[in-house]
Nanobody
Framework: QVQLVESGGGLVQAGGSLRLSCAASDWISRFNAMGWYRQAPGKQRDVVATITSGGYTNYADSVKGRFTISRDNAKNTLYLQMSSLRPEDTAVYYC??????????WGQGTQVTVSS
């Protein structure tokens, strides 16, 4: 079973930038799609951005223009570049991958806190 491990979270000031990484234990080319999700305190887990094996990306309206999702198949790593961060971006960010067999894999999450 593939493992996903997030890193790069932390405390940043509003307006700052941060890059999250998700390292996979297997070839990420085996995933049909990957994405980043986040869960703020008292809120449900929502999709932030997704990317297909073909490179098609999709973003939540709240982050479009500020966040960029990308993947490096050679490094088996998924990234989320975040800029112009806002306090409302504060959440635990989770890496997700879906195989061609429709199996879902989740990382354990990394905390992102944006202060005013």
């Amino acid at each position: 079973q593939v493992q996903l491990v997030e890193s790069g979270g932390g405390l940043v000031q509003a307006g700052g930038s941060l890059r999250l990484s998700c390292a996979a234990s297997d070839w990420i080319s085996r995933f049909n799609a990957m994405g980043w999700y986040r869960q703020a305190p008292g809120k449900q887990r929502d999709v932030v951005a997704t990317i297909t094996s073909g490179g098609y990306t999709n973003y939540a309206d709240s982050v479009k223009g500020r966040f960029t999702i990308s993947r490096d198949n050679a490094k088996n790593t998924l990234y989320l570049q975040m800029s112009s961060l806002r306090p409302e971006d504060t959440a635990v960010y989770y890496c997700h991958g879906q195989s061609y067999y429709k199996e879902d894999y989740w990382g354990q999450g990394t905390q992102v806190t944006v202060s005013s």
